[in-house]
């Protein structure tokens, strides 16, 4: 038997061993998501947190996989110069990924800037103006596309960092005003192996 929680944009899920009153305690007893998170690592750890569908199967991370990534991205975040406060955009669909870029960026104590992934790009674009971002998020290509025309009204110096790669074939390849040289785009695994997961959990 399994507990489901939908509180996060993930389905987060809880063994039997952990008993239906004891999670509501954990639950209304922390004051951000952050220190519920470092409780459930504390708690169990080595239990299964959340399945991932790829390829038509769903692999299982444990709390402590998820953790580790969450760590890694957190100490990558920091030493790109990401300060408390500072605001990062992200547009991108319902996935892992996601979760992890929220829980790094909130502990990096940054602000998290969701934006709809749905949305147009001039819209898109617009969010980026006014929330005054350095770093944004992209799910993969479908989303750089639409910001693809809109290349020279964006922020100067936006870095964007895509979960799938932006190059995979020819209806994923970039336009030539987002490749390299003209809007950087770094895929999100060569952004996370730059962190160090113990110097992010030392932020706790």
């Known amino acids: ?18 008993q239906w009153h004891n999670c509501g305690a954990m639950f209304l007893q922390v004051p951000t998501i952050i220190e519920l998170f470092s409780r459930r690592i504390a708690a169990d750890g080595p239990q299964p947190a959340l399945g991932i569908k790829r390829a038509g199967q769903y692999h299982w991370l444990t709390w402590n996989e998820v953790a580790t990534d969450v760590y890694r991205l957190t100490s990558a975040l920091i030493s790109l110069g990401i300060e408390p406060g500072e605001r990062i955009a992200h547009v ?4 892992y990924e996601w979760l992890v870029t929220d829980l790094a960026i909130q502990l990096a104590r940054a602000v998290h800037v969701p934006i709809h ?33 809109l290349a020279n009204e964006l922020p100067p110096n936006l870095q964007f960092f895509s979960y799938d790669p932006c190059d995979i074939d020819g209806r994923a390849r970039l336009p030539p005003s987002l490749s390299p040289g003209n809007i950087s785009i770094i895929h999100f695994n060569d952004l996370l192996h730059r962190g160090n997961p113990a110097d992010g959990q030392h932020l706790e």
């Open 1 to 18: 038997m399994f507990f489901v929680a939908i509180s996060l944009p993930a389905v987060l899920v809880f063994s039997d061993e952990c």
């Open 92 to 95: 991108s669909e319902n996935r």
């Open 117 to 149: 992934p749905t949305l147009a790009g001039p819209q898109i674009a617009w969010q980026l103006h006014h929330c005054g971002c350095r770093f944004v998020f992209l799910s993969g290509p479908q989303q750089a596309v639409k910001l693809s025309p």
